[in-house]
């Protein structure tokens, strides 16, 4: 089985693949007469076809262990997908480049406290996976007309650790 090695999650290391959702290094000003800080605009949200509009939804997913197995990943071609975490735990991103026959071997990220991610429309990536107990996100992606699912299952599955 081929193996892929899970590091940490940066701005710079996930550009190809969407946006970093984090305070840190964000630009903020402040509002509200001073009492609040706005981190602002963090992710590119997306959302085409028909009757496109932008949703936003609560999940709550249950925990995986490493080494995972992956065998597939998934991309949503009219709309991006957004995770914010509503806890401190940490959760596997798994994304993957196009390539002329689907997508290439996979690159998987691992969380820290306090950032989400924002997959790009049409970017290869894995399944929410949260990693230490039941974990809730707010989600915010596209609906609309239109399959926007199409998922991609490999040849020989990969070990991530």
Not at 53 to 79: D, I
Not at 89 to 111: I, M, R
Request: glycine fraction near 8%.
């Amino acid at each position: 089985m081929r193996e892929i090695l899970v590091q940490p999650l940066t701005r710079e290391a996930f550009a190809p693949f969407g946006d970093v959702i984090e305070i840190e290094g964000a630009h903020s000003f402040p509002i509200n007469h001073g009492m609040c800080i706005r981190y602002h605009d963090l992710a590119k949200v997306e959302a085409t076809g028909e009757k496109a509009r932008t949703l936003v939804s609560l999940l709550r997913g249950k925990p995986y262990e490493l080494p995972l197995k992956l065998e597939m990943v998934e991309r949503h071609p009219f709309g991006s997908q957004a995770f914010v975490p509503l806890s401190e735990n940490p959760f596997l991103v798994v994304a993957a480049h196009e390539q002329p026959d689907g997508p290439s071997d996979p690159v998987a990220f691992l969380t820290k406290p306090g950032q989400g991610v924002n997959i790009y429309r049409n970017v290869w990536h894995g399944i929410l996976t949260p990693l230490e107990g039941d974990s809730d996100f707010v989600v915010i992606d596209r609906g609309g007309d239109g399959i926007n699912l199409q998922e991609y299952f490999y040849p020989e599955p990969f070990l991530i650790r």
